[in-house]
């Protein structure tokens, strides 16, 4: 149960921009593995976040 949501909240903000970078980085073959592994954990940690923000009621469209 996520009791302060602002850190959540605040560590999502961030990672959004994270993969606003990444999707206009060119991929090729010297950082094609690193781009995507990035993007991966990203997307993964920012769905559990949400998932648990949305269970403790924390979670809104804002």
Do not use: C, V
Not at 18 to 43: A, C, D, H, V, W
Not at 45 to 55: C, F, I, P, V
Request: cysteine-free; glycine content about 6%; charged content about 30%.
């Amino acid at each position: 149960m996520i009791f302060e949501s602002h850190p959540w909240k605040q560590q999502l903000l961030r990672d959004a921009g994270s993969l606003k970078r990444i999707s206009k980085t060119p991929l090729n073959k010297g950082n094609e593995s690193f781009l995507l592994t990035r993007l991966e954990r990203l997307i993964f940690l920012g769905a559990y976040s949400m998932r648990k923000l949305d269970e403790s009621g924390k979670l809104s469209a804002d």
